[in-house]
């Protein structure tokens, strides 16, 4: 069984910047892909970024250039280094992962192990 707990979320102002960190405890490897979501109130959860084997990512439109997935596998810690954040960016941020075989994809229908959610509150 794969657990996941994230932190690291708080409240910032706009243009500020925040890392978000989960530890995955359980059986997991490489061949795991692993990823960051986030739902707003009253809004579909949807993928902010997601790692695969090798290190290939994949970023949300709204989060390109500003935001960067990693995963540090000594630690089984996943990170999502968040910069220049807007009030939109305020939401609940949940990490996941998807077994093997898995593509990586930004839509949250293939995880199966999903985190409880770490709070970012993005203030103008």
């Known amino acids: 069984q794969v657990h996941l707990v994230e932190s690291g979320g708080e409240s910032v102002q706009a243009g500020g910047s925040l890392r978000l960190s989960c530890v995955v405890s359980g059986y997991t490897s490489r061949k795991y892909c692993m990823g960051w979501f986030r739902q707003a109130p009253g809004k579909e959860r949807e993928g902010v970024a997601t790692?695969?084997?090798?290190?290939?990512?994949k970023y949300g439109d709204s989060v390109k250039g500003r935001f960067t997935i990693s995963k540090d596998y000594a630690k089984n810690t996943l990170y999502l280094q968040m910069n220049s954040l807007k009030p939109e960016d305020t939401a609940m941020y949940y990490c996941?992962?998807?077994?093997?075989?898995?593509?990586?994809?930004?839509?949250?229908?293939?995880?199966?192990?999903w985190g409880q959610g770490t709070q970012v509150t993005v203030s103008s």
């Open positions: 996941a992962a998807d077994s093997p075989p898995c593509t990586g994809t930004l839509s949250v229908f293939p995880y199966n192990y």
């Open positions: 790692i695969i084997r090798d290190g290939i990512t």
